[in-house]
């Protein structure tokens, strides 16, 4: 038992608002211990006669059906005798036993005595839990109206048997005249107040659930801020026509992590059959996402559309062409109909959702009357009938057609005028579980299947316009209960929770809660709703059986699933096992390069053997003899270290005596530090005189060493492993030289250099008059023979730049580098690949390899070193490296990953794109609002004049072929910044990386300037913090006797914004340095400076909301799989 107070149950939605909501008083605490009723007057209620008064003062209403509300009374006559812990009598309530757990002294403190309730035999009882609310009260025995008294409610279980109140009573209450314990003797009762738990998860703390057991469902992880995404799939997975749609797409040759379709199958296919919450990460890699995306929220009738887009595009011509359409479009007709002509005016269109008011609307039936309610068009606002003239008419929508699945979104986000920016609805808007749309259709429209719909899924935003969280409920089958699905975590719910705790608007019965009196609105509420048509319900959720989902799909997930539980055993065993990894002389003669072996795993030449780490040693040689099917006594092993030079070579065999050794005693024995065991395996090259295979004796014993040797090929340009031989310390080693000549296939009069691979640092000329002691050569070395070359030979060898002898061709290896390149714009088609290059080769030899690769003219690749910080903009040539060798290049590279280059191919050649500049021009033509982006490469002795012809080459539409009458320019922190002259531009396109300018036609009344009753002043935009601009900052004409009025419609003429926009742009005067910024609210039949004092360097700002496209933090969904 846990005599600690447990924590607190997890709040539910309304206590978080309400947590949320109410303001806190400076100073305040809240203490888990107190209840209201402590603060309150005492109360004249008596324990004994009106203890259902009590509970029901005490314990808040619930939804919950009560199974059982009985009261006990425990009369303590010894108080002060009591022990340190006391149990009470058993209380039988709700089919439960219960007791109380009483600490007269304190529990873990000493200034409080401690009262719980438990439930008794939850213990024992591993599979008994009890959902309770109670009340325990200390009072007086001759007074049952005073007491002391709290309350609380919690899911009783195993693991939580016990709650209640640690800081029950303070003990020095006890000894005051006050005291409620009287005469040493007290009264505790106790309320108890079963709850039937109907949904199995009322006040669950969610430690430990297991979603699959409790629901048979799964939820989706949360990738940091995928809520949104994970909601919609939810949905999506149970329409189950959708998902066999989605199972009919071919996906046989695709990759998850590049097909939506597919990695929509897996992940459909792991909600069904898992047992996990499923990963969303594979989905989102297959949108082309990367992780920053993932944190990003989007609107999801946005990603709604652009996902069943994409979809649509891959179903074409296949068995699910046409799914979407039959299954979520609907049709919809606007019209205008002529009141005294007969005058129409009407457009049929198609619709996935439909998007519904809630702002004024009470419930979905006022919404969709909304949404169809006729406006008439009258007075100044009549309608222009072809014919017939202005004619007073009605306008209006009206459903040609609903889907199978009705998808609605209701606008629970709306642009406020007043405070001119987007907020969150939270007014109160019921939904239905059933609604019949006839009503809102066409007389024309066809109703011999009837319009009534059922509500199958509610999609829930919880929070405000800056942030929140998105979870859904949804109905799986036709009869079947509902469910929450919020995230990784689904569980049962009731009717209440989908429906009234969705609606919106006020707490039920806290209106009035707050200090202020004001309604406390809720911040969880619906945001779309999915209804399918009633007599099409069978169709649409008929379930999915195995037949329905593509047999690769199932095949290949359950091969990884096997695969990810034999690594998950291995992993869990692997402190029982080590590895053995076994070289023999075919791994020496596959290398051709330094050292006698890579013992990377990923080597196919080297055996790795996995062994337990008792097994005995001998045990283990039989394996390996089963293995390569030869007899224990034709082979031994050699142990393999790590010399001081950082070289792996041999170091002693393995004798006979430690075969009954365990493996590990074998490895820590000879090779201490290594994790693993590395092993030479020699086959017996000698025999005895009967014929028997053998080896020469332990080198403990014997003066005979083992060499090892590789040969080197100038003529190949390349060096490889060619065997072994014994040889005799005290020999010379000439001694060995006829021997080796016939092992590498020399003739025997074929003069040969000797070199020996000391380290990859270091090759040395072999003397060979000298003994193998006098040479340092011991078992283990390694030897390099080649032949001795002639003068000619080397002569023609170097004209290749190629090596003539092992140490200068082993110190060319050594400068080898393997680059990862990947492309640099983002290509699905372009190829990631790897290349072994040298540290010595330039741009130019670098481009020519990757070109010969790609099968590209190298003059037009461009590649970038992604390890360089200011090449990060695309389009702008790297300079050749700056001139550097790879070897400088990568000299701080990360060396636990392959250095990286990016390559682009392009249209020009380098050279070409080196000599001109990239510029980016945003044409502002007709109005400033109406913009274009053209990107071009200027050459950097280019005119301005030069990129004006371009300009209008390319389509930008300035109305004039007057180069003098087309203003180039910039701006800087939002504001105009300078007018390009041949002079400027040169300058910058040959200074600057890439130029970023804007281009306008110059307006008439600033080439006609009176230039004694005219000025020009700087306009810039912002939103309401001077330094957030916006928008294309301008020059502008002020006339000195013009009125504001006037004034006001030429700068919404040069802005190009509507009545509508202008109405909310408010007007500023700004000094230069942005000190002072005046409101202007001049009468606007005076002129602008009438009644404001204008200082040279004065500039006009304009404040509204800013809509361009850096406003949108987000960024635009796309999805590209």
Partial sequence: MNDEQQTPPQQSQMEQELEQSLPTPPGATFDVDRSMSEVEPALSLSVLDDFEQIANKELQPLEEEIIETKCFHWDIEHWSQLDQRVIGP??????????????????????????????????????EYACAQFVILLSKPSDPTRHQIHHAQHRFTSEESDWGFTRFMPLESISSPHSLIENDAVRVTTIIRVVKDSTGVLWHNFVNYDSKKQTGFVGLQNQGATCYMNSLFQSLYFTNSFRKAVYQIPTENDEPSKSVALALQRCFYNLQHSSEPVGTTELTKSFGWDSLEAFRQHDVQEFNRVLQDSLETKMKDTPADGAIKNLFVGRMKSYIKCINVDYESSRSEDYYDIQLNVKGCKNLEESFQDYVTEETLEGDNKYMAEGYGLQDAKKGVIFESFPPVLHLQLKRFEYDMMRDMMVKINDRHEFPTHIDLEPYLSDTADKSMGHKYALHGVLVHSGDLSGGHYFAFVKPEKEDKWFKFDDDRVVPCNMKEVLEDNFGGEHPGLA????????????????????????????????????????????????????????????????????????????????????????????????????????????????????????????????????????????????????????????????????????????ASLHDKNGIPTFPPHPTASDVILIFIKLFRPEHQDIHGAGHIYACKDAKVSSIVDDLKRMVGFPESQPVLLFEEIKSTMIDRVDTSLTFTQAELQDGDILCIQREL??????????????????????????????????????????????????????????????????????????INPYARHQNFKNIPQKRFAGLKLGKLFQNYNHHQRPRLLYEKLEVSLEEMESKCP?????????????????????????????????????????????????????????????YDDKIWRNAIATKPSVRVFAERIPEEELNLDLETDGIIDVFHFQRVISRTHSVPFKFVIHEKESLFEMKKRLQSRTGLDDKEWAKVRLFIVSDDEENATLVESEDDKPLFYSYQYNNGDMIGLDHIDKTSKADKTGAIFIRG
């Fill in 90 to 127: 058993v209380m039988q309530a709700g089919g439960h036993d219960w007791n109380i757990l009483l600490f007269p002294g304190g529990n873990h403190q000493a200034e409080y005595a401690s009262v719980y309730l438990d439930l008794s035999n939850a213990k024992e009882n591993p599979e």
């Fill in 512 to 683: 009035g809660f707050r200090p202020n009196g004001r309604p406390m609105n809720r911040f969880t509420n619906a945001y779309m709703l999915v209804y399918i048509r009633e007599a099409l319900l069978d169709q649409v959720l008929a379930p999915v059986t195995n037949d329905d989902i593509p047999a690769h799909v199932a095949e290949r997930i359950q091969t990884e699933e096997r695969l990810r539980e034999m690594r998950r055993k291995e992993k869990e065993e692997q402190h029982l096992y080590l590895k053995a990894l076994i070289a023999d002389d075919d791994t020496f003669r596959a290398n051709t390069s330094f050292d006698f072996a890579n013992f990377d795993e990923k080597d196919n030449c080297v055996y790795v053997h996995k062994v337990k780490k008792t097994q005995t040693f001998g045990d283990f040689k039989k394996e390996v003899a089963d293995k390569i099917q030869l007899p224990p006594s034709e082979f031994r092993f050699w142990i393999m270290v790590n010399r001081q030079n950082r070289t792996v070579r041999i170091d002693m065999p393995i004798s006979e005596e430690d075969d009954k050794l365990p493996v590990d005693e074998i490895r820590t024995k000879y090779a201490t530090t290594q994790p693993n065991l590395r092993l030479y395996l020699e086959r």
């Fill in 790 to 863: 002639t003068s000619e030979e080397i002569t023609e060898l170097r004209e290749k730049d190629a090596k003539a002898t092992v140490d200068t061709f082993m110190s060319y290896e050594l400068g080898k580098i393997i680059v990862h390149f990947m492309p640099n714009n983002y290509d699905r088609d372009a190829p990631e690949f790897e290349l072994v290059l040298h540290e010595n080769m330039d741009y130019e030899k670098v481009a020519a390899v990757v070109g010969k690769h790609l099968g590209v003219d190298s003059d037009k690749l461009h590649l």
């Fill in 919 to 979: 510029v980016t021009v945003t044409v502002c033509a007709p109005t400033l609002k109406d913009v274009q982006t053209i990107e071009v490469l200027m050459p950097k002795d280019s005119g301005v004049n030069d990129l004006k012809a371009i300009l209008i080459e390319k389509g930008a539409q300035f109305g004039t072929d007057n180069y003098d009458h087309i203003r180039i320019f910039d701006e800087m922190d939002g504001k105009f910044d300078k007018q």
